[in-house]
């Protein structure tokens, strides 16, 4: 059964299918911190979607990951490095993009499953 959680009009955050969950793109509430400081914030609100779903960061099957600034891809690593479980490291794309508004440094997207 589809099932979608906190929406509105544009868009879902979260939505799942079967075993399967998706998320929107996150990004920074507090776009004012720098890389590592978006990262984490970003980071801490996937796992609260990920809860939301039944579900959580060692069920990752892929991640997408936008920067702003490929020279900073360091910081962001460093982040997501210690959040990632390395035991069940998802598959990941990341990519230097302009993003929906300049002081947006990163966003992230992931798909996950639920445990059976």
Same mark, same amino acid.
Do not use: Y
């Given at each position: !059964?589809?099932?979608?959680?906190?929406?509105?009009?544009? !868009?879902?955050?979260?939505?799942? +299918?079967?075993?399967?969950?998706?998320?929107?793109?996150?990004?920074?509430?507090?776009?004012?911190?720098? !890389?590592?400081?978006?990262?984490? #914030?970003?980071?801490?609100?996937?796992?609260?979607?990920?809860?939301? =779903?039944?579900?959580?960061?060692?069920?990752?099957?892929?991640?997408?990951?936008?920067?702003?600034?490929? =020279? #900073? +891809?360091?910081? !962001?690593?460093?982040?997501?490095?210690?959040?990632?479980?390395?035991?069940?490291?998802?598959?990941?794309?990341?990519?230097?993009?302009?993003?929906?508004?300049?002081?947006?440094?990163?966003?992230?997207?992931?798909?996950?499953?639920?445990?059976?």
């Amino acid at each position: !059964m589809l099932q979608r959680q906190h929406s509105n009009q544009r !868009m879902s955050q979260l939505v799942t +299918f079967g075993n399967l969950v998706w998320t929107a793109g996150q990004v920074a509430q507090d776009p004012s911190q720098d !890389m590592a400081g978006q990262t984490q #914030q970003i980071l801490n609100q996937i796992d609260k979607l990920l809860a939301d =779903a039944g579900t959580e960061k060692r069920h990752l099957i892929s991640a997408n990951i936008w920067v702003s600034d490929i =020279a #900073q +891809f360091a910081q !962001m690593n460093e982040i997501w490095d210690a959040w990632v479980d390395s035991e069940n490291a998802p598959v990941r794309a990341c990519v230097e993009s302009r993003l929906a508004r300049p002081e947006l440094l990163v966003e992230i997207q992931v798909v996950a499953a639920k445990p059976a």
